[in-house]
């Protein structure tokens, strides 16, 4: 079990650029979070999958946020024309539903994004 | 969602046990209280969860008051790789509500 991986680590970027940043869960996790923690503060829920279904999105995630899970294994989150006010930790967490568990979730490392 | 209170910050020395309390007197009956630590510019660290009875694994040991309006997690002999904030959630996965909701924490810092 490698945990939850999340590429790139760190990016920086111009305003109005487009980013997309990679989540890899643990193997088998069938449920894929996405948050964003700003300076001083804890993180915030984006959105969550359950297998490729996207099933719940924060009004954080604005109309220039689009989150994939195209085969239900690892997932992708795409800024749209970045704002200085995007800058970021984007943060991916997983965890394993209808198991008889509990729906833990686990935290990858996450990718800090800056706007210039 | 239950509200949690945790102090802001709390110093511990190396090697002492260190006592981190949470309030959560509004948790509802089926919610467990789950302890994530984050250390800087890291991602969240699961650390234990419980529900009712007092629990220990290989990091900390939670203990929750019998009416569970409050817990303590007790990491018994603190490093300096323990400085860290950390957060108490009440939480239970329901469909329409997946979602962990950080608080401020408490940040702790370990002294030499």
């Known amino acids: 079990d490698t945990g939850v991986s999340q590429n790139p680590r760190h990016k920086i970027t111009k305003r109005g650029q487009n980013v997309t940043f990679r989540c890899d869960p643990i193997?088998?996790?069938?449920?894929l979070y996405w948050y964003r923690q700003t300076l001083g503060q804890g993180p915030e829920f984006l959105t969550y999958?359950?297998?490729?279904?996207?099933?719940?999105k924060s009004r954080l995630l604005s109309d220039r946020f689009s989150a994939e899970r195209p085969k239900g294994s690892f997932s992708t989150l795409e800024i749209q024309r970045t704002e200085q006010g995007d800058s970021a930790m984007y943060l991916c967490?997983?965890?394993?539903f209808g198991r008889g568990g509990l729906d833990t979730q686990y935290f990858g490392p996450g990718t800090r994004l800056t706007v210039l | 969602d239950a509200k949690t209170t945790q102090p802001p910050s709390m110093d511990c020395a190396e090697g002492r046990a260190a006592n981190l309390p949470c309030n959560h007197s509004t948790i509802s009956g089926n919610e467990y209280v789950y302890w994530y630590r984050q250390i800087h510019s890291q991602g969240p660290q699961y650390i234990i969860h419980?529900?009712?009875n007092n629990e220990t694994n290989e990091m900390a040991s939670l203990i929750i008051t019998e009416d569970r309006k409050s817990s303590t997690l007790i990491l018994p002999h603190a490093t300096l790789r323990d400085t860290a904030v950390y957060y108490c959630?009440?939480?239970?996965?329901?469909?329409?509500?997946?979602?962990?909701?950080f608080g401020t924490g408490t940040r702790l810092t370990i002294i030499p």
């Open positions: 999958f359950q297998n490729e279904a996207q099933l719940e």
């Open positions: 967490a997983s965890s394993l």
């Open positions: 959630i009440p939480f239970i996965s329901n469909f329409g509500n997946e979602k962990l909701t």
């Open positions: 193997s088998e996790h069938n449920r």
């Open positions: 419980g529900l009712k």
